[in-house]
């Protein structure tokens, strides 16, 4: 089953705009990460915040983490034609198998030049 | 480092015929998933091992899916038969041992077409 739920499903911006994605779950969690995914490719790891952190940053990425709302969002600030990718979330879970990542339905991202 | 590697890249078979796929993790890394990725959709967990030993199949469709992990390091996961519902991408990762708090190190998978 699907932990992660990510809004918009579609994004398209011109180069130099700021992206922003959202990510809501459902269960507690011991971390939260996203990924990205060009197309035919795997997925790359950008960036991962903790339960008890509430915002992370990684070079042009920034991400806040809402666990009283179980949602997070990554912003890609001054976009590039290169940051055209797939995007999704990853919990996982506290407690139990907390080796275990479920993916959300990704946010496909469209940056023009 | 040398990433995750998986092969074939495609492959195309009709429903009914089997086909397998083979992954070799990062070196090291004792903790090895097999997803399942439809287009347009998210990966899904389909296995987990730790070393050669099953951590979770709760989604793996056991009547037509098996999987390995013989000597802890290589595996192969493989459909038999196909249904033209398997097509999809099937993704391999790894992980240092079960830390939480680590990511996953990704192949560039196999497309499966089930025609």
């Known amino acids: 089953?699907?932990?992660?739920?990510?809004?918009?499903?579609?994004?398209?911006?011109?180069?130099?705009?700021?992206?922003?994605?959202?990510?809501?779950?459902?269960?507690?969690?011991?971390?939260?990460?996203?990924?990205?995914?060009?197309?035919?490719?795997?997925?790359?790891?950008?960036?991962?915040?903790?339960?008890?952190?509430?915002?992370?940053?990684?070079?042009?990425?920034?991400?806040?983490?809402?666990?009283?709302?179980?949602?997070?969002?990554?912003?890609?600030?001054?976009?590039?034609?290169?940051?055209?990718?797939?995007?999704?979330?990853?919990?996982?879970?506290?407690g139990g198998n907390t080796g275990k990542l479920i993916f959300g339905q990704g946010t496909t991202l469209q940056v023009k030049p | 480092e040398a990433g995750v590697a998986q092969s074939p890249r495609y492959k195309i078979i009709e429903k009914r015929q089997s086909v397998a796929f083979w992954c070799n993790p990062i070196s090291g890394h004792a903790t090895l998933y097999w997803y399942q990725q439809i287009l347009g959709q998210g990966p899904k967990l389909l296995i987990q091992f730790q070393n050669n030993g099953v951590v979770d199949d709760s989604q793996l469709p056991k009547d037509r899916f098996s999987a390995e992990r013989l000597k802890g390091v290589d595996s192969t996961l493989k459909i038999q038969p196909a249904k033209l519902e398997d097509s999809a991408v099937y993704l391999c990762a790894s992980r240092p041992l079960d830390r939480t708090n680590s990511p996953l190190h990704f192949g560039n998978g196999t497309r499966l077409t089930v025609t």
């Open chain 1, 1 to 94: 089953s699907q932990q992660g739920e990510e809004d918009p499903q579609a994004l398209s911006i011109q180069e130099g705009e700021n992206a922003t994605m959202n990510c809501s779950y459902k269960t507690s969690i011991n971390n939260l990460q996203w990924y990205r995914q060009n197309s035919g490719r795997g997925l790359v790891h950008l960036i991962l915040i903790r339960s008890n952190e509430r915002e992370k940053h990684s070079g042009r990425l920034r991400v806040t983490l809402d666990t009283s709302k179980k949602s997070s969002s990554l912003l890609i600030t001054a976009s590039r034609a290169a940051d055209t990718a797939s995007y999704f979330c990853a919990t996982a879970t506290l």
